[in-house]
């Protein structure tokens, strides 16, 4: 079985997230590496950058972010 790719893009928003926030991303397996998240172009690190949100090989459409994330940086969400 070939895997589907999701792709989530969130250009800007009207305001900050603020740290610890939750996030609405693609449907992912919390701990099965599923995620590649991307803060203007560059690759963040889960429990660097964000945070899987839900319990371990449940699914999951949501993340939490470790640090204020300005209105106008590009997330990119890769769901493989």
């Given at each position: 079985e070939?895997?589907?790719t999701t792709v989530l893009h969130s250009a800007s928003r009207g305001s900050v997230l603020p740290a610890n926030s939750v996030f609405t991303v693609p449907a992912y397996t919390v701990g099965k590496d599923q995620l590649l998240v991307?803060?203007?172009g560059v690759a963040g690190a889960?429990?660097?950058s964000y945070n899987e949100y839900g319990n371990a090989g449940v699914r999951s459409t949501s993340i939490t972010f470790l640090q204020n994330i300005p209105a106008d940086?590009?997330?990119l969400v890769r769901v493989n």
């Open positions: 070939v895997p589907v991307f803060f203007d889960r429990g660097d940086m590009d997330i």
